[in-house]
């Protein structure tokens, strides 16, 4: 062998090794989300995930974060990562249900699942697939993105003794339980957390709901509107990682494990520190909130709710073949868990109260 | 530059770059585990966590599993993890208790946290800290190794009426629980799970408890010890990974994320395939075995177990000072996290029954 073709040879081993690394170091991503980046647990759900993906890629893989502030569309999530403005957005899946209606129920449904059931419904009682099955049109694949657990049902001006205190009020309420306040008589609106605050202070709403009070308190909404109803219409809000198909099916295999994996343990470790958040804050409001008032809506409220979620199911299945799919699916599931889960942590609970 | 040199230092090149990767290469790990090889969803766990660990490095990290049929040592995890016989273990931290009582507490406690306290406990309340202070005398890292969920009270071979049908019976329950039903005059003792229905069959033991309905129906209890308990004695246990401490710093800052993160996953995964799993086979237990009968053990039974776990508690942390401090940490935190539960997921139930 002529020392040219040694030369030659062993250069292009070289080249090879080094352009492969090179290669592998190139994927920079950019993740759009919903939320102010000091929406923590959401905002540390996202950052949480970015993190883990850098450490576990050795610096490879890189995700930066987008909150609300940068990019300005904080319910434009789908439509960037749909045309691959952004690869990924984190947002809720019921921000969209204008847009397509199969997409609502992957969050959560009034009068649903819990957390744990949910879980148990997403990734082994067929929900991941009802999920992508969704999402396939928008060319998008859907991952939980982190669950608020039990959400209070919000802050009002005033106390809500009866129906008629419900009827011509103006809240911010998302997803489906919006359209069973508005069967109630109320004007249903979805605002951006950041606007949240402001809207409630001056009067562009008279109510809203949120999250917990892991979440609420340091929002501030008790100094105006110090009503704080327990909850009915989001028992296990799942928020969604999106990720654009074409981006993610360019990744190597050990990259779209590294961001499977991440986006799950970011999506469990968010349940896990808004429980945390929520513990913590609630322990605190009676000493240093004594001017919130706790109060469950009167049964008759809360049974004229649950008759309009009914009768506003059966209308919007209509018609409606996939959505219908997905809500049989959650409500012949959440039927056996539910007695699983009565049978087991609430009889617990129950004995120890 | 002569050609023997260009030659030289691109060889070098090319030699650097193989080497580099032939010593990513090298890591190759083996876990044992407390549990048979088919002992889903125990085994799984430690499966799922070991494809993950595969698949997010490429390759370059594996960890081999010998289920207890293997290695012939299922209550001998921490000693060989120790040793560095094997660099990982899978196991339940109160198997230990004989050996460190400072360990026992990381599982669950009888009266204890449910799932999603613990939880929250471990990660964000402080849970972790403590763990990794009681392991490191025995040079051991310690991880949440999925959770179970609220688990079934047992198995008996009669009714449990009184007080004196407890009397005298032998029974299968380890931890802190197997203390109170000593008190309250059992002979209690620990057998691993492939030996436990021989055992219950030949009359080695009359009573046992293993986890829920969905792991224990496939174990067939039932067919001669047909009375089943709802719980009360491990609201929320937890399975530990543990990992030998001189093996894991050797590794790469990205393997140890890789298996950090993977470890996680798979430990909240097992608590959502076992939800998934106690849902379906509570669901059929009604039609499909119907000769099973579902029992709470009466008040003044319960009362008794609360009793003597109590006076119990007392004299163990009598000159246990670290041992005093994670039950302090935990019942403090239960408190706190406890009253977020009732206020949250219990009245959502109870409003939903």
């Not at 020392?3 to 994927?27: F, M, N, P, R, Y």
């Not at 921000?95 to 819990?114: A, S, V």
């Amino acid at each position: 062998m002529k020392i040219t073709k040694v030369l030659g040879t062993l250069g292009l081993v070289a080249a090879l090794a080094i352009s492969a690394q090179a290669a592998e170091k190139k994927v920079r991503w950019k993740i759009a989300t919903t939320w102010g980046p000091t929406a923590v647990p959401f905002s540390s759900a996202v950052t949480n995930m970015a993190a883990m993906v850098e450490k576990m890629s050795g610096g490879k893989f890189t995700i930066r974060v987008d909150a609300s502030n940068k990019h300005k569309a904080p319910f434009g999530i789908l439509d960037m990562v749909k045309l691959g403005q952004y690869e990924m957005g984190h947002s809720a899946s019921y921000y969209w249900k204008g847009k397509d209606i199969n997409l609502m129920p992957f969050t959560t449904m009034p009068f649903g699942m819990t957390t744990p059931e949910q879980n148990s419904w997403f990734y082994y009682g067929g929900g991941m697939e009802l999920m992508q099955k969704a999402y396939a049109k928008h060319k998008v694949y859907s991952y939980p993105g982190g669950n608020t657990g039990n959400q209070m049902g919000g802050w009002f001006r005033k106390e809500i003794n009866s129906l008629d205190d419900l009827k011509g009020l103006k809240m911010r309420i998302p997803g489906f339980a919006g359209e069973v306040m508005a069967e109630l008589g109320l004007t249903v609106t979805n605002i951006p957390s950041g606007e949240l605050y402001t809207s409630l202070e001056r009067g562009t709403i008279d109510a809203l709901e949120w999250v917990g009070p892991g979440m609420d308190i340091r929002m501030g909404f008790y100094k105006v509107a110090p009503y704080y109803y327990t909850g009915w219409h989001e028992p296990g809000t799942e928020l969604q990682f999106l990720v654009n198909q074409k981006k993610f099916n360019k990744l190597s295999d050990a990259n779209k494990e590294i961001l499977r994996v991440a986006m799950r343990t970011a999506a469990y470790d968010m349940y896990t520190e808004n429980y945390y958040m929520s513990a913590e804050a609630w322990a605190k409001i009676k000493t240093d909130y004594p001017d919130i008032k706790i109060k469950t809506f009167p049964k008759p409220v809360m049974d004229a709710m649950k008759a309009a979620n009914k009768k506003l199911l059966a209308e919007k299945t209509k018609g409606q073949p996939m959505l219908k799919e997905i809500l049989d699916s959650q409500n012949a599931y959440m039927k056996k868990a539910r007695a699983w889960t009565i049978l087991s942590d609430f009889n617990y609970l129950k004995d120890n109260l």
